[in-house]
Nanobody
Framework: QVQLVESGGGLVQAGGSLRLSCTAS????????MRWYRQAPGKQRELVAG???????NYADSVKGQFTISRDNAKNTIYLQMNSLKPEDTAVYYC?????????WGQGTQVTVSS
């Protein structure tokens, strides 16, 4: 079993920044890709960004140039630096990974951007 714990969410004004963290713990043997997803009220969960163990990244078009995903393999932690936040970035942000065919999700952290 792998546990994912997110932190760093909160309330911020439009134009502000937040940095989310997600730490994996438990029976970690071979985690490659870790991802951030978000789910806004009334909307489907969507992929925000992903990063491989060797640092390759991908982003949703809607956050390219605005968000940066990074990773500290020694700490089993990924980060999401979110800049120039907009009200439409308001959502619960979830960390995700998979190992040996099992998918794991964190509990989510709320990000609210006020206009």
């Amino acid at each position: 079993q792998v546990q994912l714990v997110e932190s760093g969410g909160g309330l911020v004004q439009a134009g502000g920044s937040l940095r989310l963290s997600c730490t994996a713990s438990g029976s970690i043997f071979s985690i490659n890709v870790m991802r951030w997803y978000r789910q806004a009220p009334g909307k489907q969960r969507e992929l925000v960004a992903g990063i491989t163990s060797d640092g390759k990244t991908n982003y949703a078009d809607s956050v390219k140039g605005q968000f940066t995903i990074s990773r500290d393999n020694a700490k089993n932690t990924i980060y999401l630096q979110m800049n120039s936040l907009k009200p439409e970035d308001t959502a619960v942000y979830y960390c995700n990974t998979c190992q040996f065919g099992s998918i794991y999700w964190g509990q989510g952290t709320q990000v609210t951007v006020s206009s």
